[in-house]
């Protein structure tokens, strides 16, 4: 796998930014691909780094309006991870 490539369940994020550059949220979602790449099993760490990411947006800001998914190339659906990746957001939020 290449460097900027981010393994997403069994497909690939090529990280090209296309959802990013449609998120109304500004979420930096190649960043928040790869915090989950990087603690799949570990939520409490996963949670952490979200709320500490380097990005306007975060995954509690999504809206879920579809952009991000209908966008990548990948077929990639970032809506339901960007769901996910709040809930999580949001358990750390209210416990810290
Ligand atoms: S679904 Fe969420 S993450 Fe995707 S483009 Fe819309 S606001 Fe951004
Ligand atoms: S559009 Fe798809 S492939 Fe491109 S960075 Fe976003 S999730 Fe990755």
Redesign the pocket.
């Known amino acids: 796998m290449k460097a900027n490539q981010i393994a997403v369940g069994s497909a690939v994020c090529v990280g090209c930014a296309r959802?990013s550059e449609?998120?109304?949220?500004q979420?930096d979602?190649p960043a928040v691909l790869k915090i989950c790449e990087q603690h799949p099993a570990d939520a409490l760490a996963c949670a952490e780094k979200l709320r500490s990411m380097d990005s306007k947006g975060t995954p509690m800001d999504?809206?879920?309006?579809?952009?991000?998914s209908a966008h990548c190339p990948q077929k990639i659906d970032?809506?339901e991870i960007?769901r996910r990746m709040a809930m999580l957001e949001y358990q750390s939020f209210r416990s810290a």
């Open positions: 959802c449609v998120c109304p949220a979420i979602i999504c809206i879920e309006c579809g952009a991000c970032v809506k960007m």
